[in-house]
């Protein structure tokens, strides 16, 4: 794509934009009066206007028929987990009865692993990526301690290489082949949190799979972020959150994927509750657990009818804006980004001594989603850009020691924003 460094430009790219009537359906905070330019739907996705109202829904029929409402009204609860899984089942490319609306991400993963890290004999290592997110690796150390392993011996981390940021792929494969009579699964993030570098799943599934091992992502920098093929990429199963990408608020309701050729194994352990049990006979309460033959079958608990009602405010404005069109604009704001920060960086290596960041996340398109990471340079001030972009009503986040993350997203932010931001940034680097 080519693109103009003129605000002029970012005005037009605004108007070209047939998702720009979507700002309106979510809540902008505000710095000192102003909308604040909000770059952290990585981190917490705005609020829909919509969603008190969905609220209210759940709250009314509550009032009116107590208990019933699991099976009374227009809109009984008892469906309500039919009413997501449709979106969601395109933005992860997986078949409807592959997704499970429950519980919370690290919930959810530490439910997966019962069933798919079986450990058998000398077979029983864990392939995953070098700094996951601290809540996966905690995860995977504190599950193998139950089964009583040392996490030293059994976890197996990949970095990337001195001094680089990202990890490649070859060496991903290179470990699993090395790995190849002792691993029992490959766990990975779809996305990495800190660096924005986005991996290639099909791959990494495709060698575990010849490896022996069975194939899980953490996708909660994918999900609602990058176009995801779960089912066709034969992926066992995956977990992401919905208060990042997919605006469904603090504390949002999770998801998960589960492959169906899972779903009625019977050699499949888990942990179950009578959320899980099969739909027809729940009721019932007999003794001896008999799975919903769906990803269903994994739920434990009766679900918040509140927290699906918010994760479906987010899911409708998706379907609405149509997926492959927030895709298309996705990559184009990215890459909108990008061409400015580039022009940025280059602009500030002729006229200052000290280089001020560098973007550690991938360049080509198909190797990041909505976040670019920059990591700070300045010797002692690493952190003054980050304090006075947001002192200017720029919202980034910081992660410890030196990297600001940022991600404009396309239901929400606009050229102009992202155009805003660079030449800000251009001024505060001087
Ligand atoms: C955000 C994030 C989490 C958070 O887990 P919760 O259980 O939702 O608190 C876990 N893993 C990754 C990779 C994340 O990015």
């Known amino acids: 794509m080519k693109f103009e460094n003129t ?14 009537t979507f700002r309106k359906e979510f809540i902008i905070p505000t710095h000192n009066e102003k909308q604040q330019i909000y770059f952290l739907g990585n981190s917490l996705g705005l609020q829909p206007i919509r969603t008190k109202a969905y609220l209210q829904e759940v709250l009314d029929q509550w009032a009116r028929y ?11 609860w008892l469906g309500y987990h039919d009413k997501l899984t449709g979106t969601l089942s395109t933005i992860v490319g997986a078949l409807p009865h592959e997704v499970v609306v429950m519980n919370q991400l690290t919930v959810n993963l530490h439910l997966l692993m019962v069933s798919f890290y079986r450990p058998e004999g000398k077979r029983r290592k864990i392939i995953c990526e070098a700094k996951a997110f601290p809540s996966d690796q905690y995860m995977l150390e504190t599950h193998v301690k139950h089964y009583g392993y040392n996490p030293e011996e059994v976890i197996i981390e990949v970095a990337p290489r001195e001094g680089e940021h ?35 799943m099909a791959t990494i599934t495709k ?6 091992a069975k194939v ?41 994927y589960i492959h169906e050729r899972y779903h009625t194994a019977p050699d499949v352990q888990r942990f179950a509750g009578w959320w899980g049990y099969n739909k027809a006979t729940r009721f019932l309460m007999q003794k001896g657990f008999m799975p919903t033959a769906s990803a269903e079958g994994w739920q434990l608990s009766t679900p ?18 149509g997926w492959e ?3 298309a604009k996705r990559k184009k704001l990215n890459s909108w980004l990008w061409f400015l920060l580039n022009d940025l960086s280059k602009a500030t290596t002729e006229t200052t001594p000290a280089k001020a960041f560098t973007l550690i996340t991938p360049p080509p398109e198909a190797e990041r989603g909505s976040q670019v990471s920059m990591l700070m340079q300045r010797a002692g001030k690493e952190k003054e850009i980050f304090d006075q ?16 993350r940022l991600a404009p997203v396309p239901l929400y932010n606009t050229y102009e924003e992202v155009w805003r931001f660079a030449d800000i940034l251009r001024r505060l680097i001087g």
């Open 389 to 404: 972009l947001t002192e200017a009503g720029i919202m980034t986040d910081w992660r410890e020691p030196n990297v600001i």
């Open 66 to 76: 107590g208990v019933e409402a699991f099976f009374m009204g227009e809109a009984p």
């Open 304 to 321: 918040s009818p509140l927290l699906y009602a918010a994760h479906r405010a987010a899911l409708d404005i998706v379907n609405e804006a």
């Open 325 to 327: 069109n927030i895709q």
């Open 216 to 256: 899980g992502f953490d996708l909660a920098h994918a999900a609602g972020n990058v176009p995801v093929q779960l089912h066709e990429w034969n992926v066992d199963f995956a977990a992401w959150c919905s208060y990042k990408y997919l605006n469904s608020g603090p504390g949002a309701i999770a998801g998960a």
């Open 166 to 200: 990202n990890i490649r792929i070859e060496d991903i494969l290179q470990t699993i082949e090395q790995h190849k009579e002792e691993v029992a699964l490959i766990l990975w993030g779809g996305i990495n949190y800190y660096t924005g570098q986005l991996f290639d």
């Open 7 to 20: 605000l002029e430009y970012a005005k037009r790219l605004d108007q070209e934009d047939p998702l720009s």
């Open 207 to 212: 060698a575990g799979h010849a490896a022996g």
